[in-house]
Structures are given as C-alpha cells and as structure tokens.
T-cell receptor, first 115, second 117 residues
Framework: AQSVTQLGSHVSVSEGALVLLRCNYSSSVPPYLFWYVQYPNQGLQLLLKYTTGATLVKGINGFEAEFKKSETSFHLTKPSAHMSDAAEYFCAVSERNQAGTALIFGKGTTLSVSS | GAVVSQHPSWVICKSGTSVKIECRSLDFQATTMFWYRQFPKQSLMLMATSNEGSKATYEQGVEKDKFLINHASLTLSTLTVTSAHPEDSSFYIC?????????????FGDGTRLSIL
C-alpha cells in the first residue's frame, strides 16, 4: 500500500519568509501526488498536482512543488509567505483500491504565519 | 468550475437519531464520490468509495450498516449515519471526481460537522 509522510506537524514562518512543507511518499508504482489546503471548518482545496511530465509543478496562490523520484519527495514551497497562507496543508497520493482509486492523505501540516 | 456542495454544514441531534448528509457536484458529473471522516487536528480517513450506480466500497473497519451510502446519480451522493451515537460525532467530508483515472483530482465539499448529544 502507498503511504504519505509529512514531516513536521506544525511549521511557523514570518510573513515574507520562505515556506517549505515536506512530503515523502512510498509507492511501488509511479505516483500521482497532490497538495491540498484546508481552512478552518472547510473542505479541502486543491493547490497543485503531479501526474506526469515536468517535475516542477506550479499551483495556485504562488505555491509550487517539485517531484523528486530519487528522494521520493514532493515538497511544497512558496517564496514569500502571506498571512492568508495560514492553514492546514495535506499531501496526498492516489492509491488503487477495490473501487478504483482514492486519495490517501498524510497527517497534515499546520502552517502559522506571523507578522 | 468543479464545485462540490455539501449539506448541511452543521448538525446537532440526539443520540439514536439518523442523519443524512448530501453531497452534490454542481457543475460536473461525478463518476466517483468519496466519503471521509476527520477527527480534530487529524488527517482525513477514507470511509468509502462510491461509483455511480454501484454499491459503495467500504474501507476496513467502517460499518456499512452504520454508514449508509447512496450514489444514485452522477451528481448526488448521500451518507446516512444510522442510529447515531456520541462516538459518531466528527467532521464528515465528501469529495467527487469527474473521471476514473488516478491522475484526476478529487474536489471536496466544505464538510459537515456532526455533533451527537
């Protein structure tokens, strides 16, 4: 079974600083990887995804992630944090199950941004 | 595009009551819908996968008689928590996917907070 590990349950940065949220996956097949953001009491919003092709993926709100097969990583970055980026971030991998495929999530990382 | 509407957003009810949660894809046809459960400060746990017109496939440990899932159309899936008890209190989130491929993203509703007294 595939799995996702998010290192660091809580990351704190200052406004304007670099954001780095770590995600490692385990998969015996080429993975499909996703990053989602969740604001309090809301569902999840897709930030970006990697399927095939270019390993550097750009998403919404200035976020990007790089797929590194050799490191089995898919870390999320943003050059300059904004207060509105404070939220819960989930990395996910698409896994095949009895019904087809479904997303399996990491435990999430809470991003705090201070002024 | 790709909007998923979930209703209600908050439910408070007495123990023993059955509660139905609706999940609708508003601007696309969802061949597959998913139901997740999220405990405070934790990740999403997949409960079941539902393909339109088929019986839902439940994850190990999820009681199918407790959590009834219906996916009767390409735009609507429902989750019914039968005879709910306080331990069923949680945040339930649905998601929908337009195609069946693993590279297709899932689009999420805003969740339903269920509180059983």
């Amino acid at each position: 079974a595939q799995s996702v590990t998010q290192l660091g349950s809580h990351v704190s940065v200052s406004e304007g600083a670099l954001v780095l949220l770590r995600c490692n996956y385990s998969s015996s097949v080429p993975p499909y990887l996703f990053w989602y953001v969740q604001y309090p009491n809301q569902g999840l919003q897709l930030l970006l995804k990697y399927t095939t092709g270019a390993t550097l993926v750009k998403g919404i709100n200035g976020f990007e992630a790089e797929f590194k097969k050799s490191e089995t990583s898919f870390h999320l970055t943003k050059p300059s944090a904004h207060m509105s980026d404070a939220a819960e971030y989930f990395c996910a991998v698409s896994e095949r199950n009895q019904a087809g495929t479904a997303l399996i999530f990491g435990k999430g990382t809470t991003l705090s941004v201070s002024s | 595009g790709a909007v998923v509407s979930q209703h209600p957003s908050w439910v408070i009810c007495k123990s023993g009551t059955s509660v139905k949660i609706e999940c609708r894809s508003l601007d696309f046809q969802a061949t597959t819908m998913f139901w997740y459960r999220q405990f405070p400060k934790q990740s999403l746990m997949l409960m079941a996968t539902s393909n339109e017109g088929s019986k839902a496939t439940y994850e190990q440990g999820v009681e199918k008689d407790k959590f009834l899932i219906n996916h009767a159309s390409l735009t609507l899936s429902t989750l019914t928590v039968t005879s709910a008890h306080p331990e069923d209190s949680s945040f339930y989130i649905c998601s929908a996917r337009q195609g069946g491929g693993p590279n297709q993203p899932q689009h999420f509703g805003d969740g339903t907070r269920l509180s059983i007294l």
